[in-house]
T-cell receptor
Framework: NAGVTQTPKFRVLKTGQSMTLLCAQD?????MYWYRQDPGMGLRLIHY???????AKGEVPDGYNVSRLKKQNFLLGLESAAPSQTSVYFC????????????????FGPGTRLTVT | ELKVEQNPLFLSMQEGKNYTIYCNYS?????LYWYRQDPGKSLESLFV?????AVKQEGRLMASLDTKARLSTLHITAAVHDLSATYFC??????????????FGTGTSLTVIP
């Protein structure tokens, strides 16, 4: 049981290049999320998905696109990278039952450190 | 606008001392989560609080939730160096009127000094 995995772990892009970050979870969770974490700003939600084939915008969606073609995978795309997108990206998944109550406790992947020059 | 505010943002405390981190939120959610993050690492779930009055304890950490006051606390008892990390609280608004989102506080960076 690997939990939540992210690929790649590190990447350096030049301005204008594109890339896709892959998130995979093996816990059969319905909900998946992409965050970015910048120093002093906590986590900010980019996009999320509440089920296969669905996506929605979070707090900072501009410059990113996502797809959830399979329940276990959530892809984050950068079409034309900008230096402002230099960040650490975390994927998370959630939805479970805990103590008889619905819990959306999030399980996080290890992160992808992206630098755009 | 939905907000989650933590204080303090930075905390330096001596080993053996007690302290409390506060998390105020503006949603009507009954679900509150605490996470720990070590430098350069991912977030690890600490506590899940799912109802008013919920209290959870693990070692030297104890978390509580007061949904009426929209306040959660993370109490540290007799701090040790291993507790040095950044602690985040978060609430979800799933099923609410702003979509199924999570909202994180900006984190409390805790340093325990000998």
């Amino acid at each position: 049981n690997a939990g939540v995995t992210q690929t790649p772990k590190f990447r350096v892009l030049k301005t204008g290049q594109s890339m896709t970050l892959l998130c995979a979870q093996d816990m059969n969770h319905e909900y998946m999320y992409w965050y970015r974490q910048d120093p002093g700003m906590g986590l900010r939600l980019i996009h999320y998905s509440v089920g296969e084939g669905t996506t929605a915008k979070g707090e900072v969606p501009d410059g990113y696109n996502v797809s959830r073609l399979k329940k276990q995978n959530f892809l984050l795309g950068l079409e034309s990278a900008a230096p402002s997108q230099t960040s650490v990206y975390f994927c998370a998944s959630s939805k479970t039952i805990l103590e008889g109550l619905l819990s959306y406790e999030q399980y996080f992947g290890p992160g992808t450190r992206l630098t755009v020059t | 606008e939905l907000k989650v505010e933590q204080n303090p943002l930075f905390l330096s405390m001596q080993e053996g001392k007690n302290y409390t981190i506060y998390c105020n939120y503006s949603t009507t959610s009954d679900r509150l989560y605490w996470y720990r993050q070590d430098p350069g690492k991912s977030l690890e779930s600490l506590f899940v609080l799912l109802s008013n009055g919920a209290v959870k304890q693990e070692g030297r950490l104890m978390a509580s939730l007061d949904t009426k006051a929209r306040l959660s606390t993370l109490h540290i008892t007799a701090a040790v160096h291993d507790l040095s990390a950044t602690y985040f609280c978060a609430v979800d608004n799933i099923g609410g009127d702003t979509g199924n989102q999570f909202y994180f506080g900006t984190g409390t960076s805790l340093t325990v000094i000998p």
